[in-house]
């Protein structure tokens, strides 16, 4: 009874939700996203306090298949203290991500087709986020959009908005 008590507690609620760290909006406008993973990351200590302190950016950063692992490549995360930060500490270093056998070998085949890419389209937290949160990255499977398909995005884009704008008029 308690356990039900305790989670009516809308602190609770909110601790248990997924918090963001990170998102990359122009993923969605540069590519066309087919399919969605969504991963582990193997941070060390102090690259997952400067994560939940002071976020990062996803922009330029991608996803690789190595014969050794699925790695998260091009993110540059500050050192959390960097007065404190070790010699061997480096920003920029390959993070490794953590999939299923399964979900890396769907990855390798999707990797042997001419065309595709690995995007980061978010970072964020699963799980209880003050004790045990992990840090979870969603990257997508995309094909660039070319420069006339980015155009018709925004005049989709602009249709809808001018329809809403008269329906709020009308209504």
Known sequence: MEDVN????LTDFKALMPKLFAQNKKAGFNYEISEKFE????L???????????????????????????????TKIPPYQPDNAGADYHEERDRKLLLRKAEITRLIGISSQKGLTFIPLRLYTKGHYEASGKIK????????KKKFDKRETLKKRDAEREIQRTLQKLG
């Open 6 to 9: 305790r989670l009516t507690d």
């Open 39 to 42: 991963a582990g990351v193997v």
């Open 44 to 74: 060390n200590g102090q690259e997952a306090k400067s994560i939940k302190t002071r976020g990062l950016s996803l922009s330029g950063s991608y996803v690789i298949v190595k014969p050794d692992g699925v790695f998260w490549v091009g």
């Open 137 to 144: 990255l969603e990257f997508g499977v995309g094909r660039g």
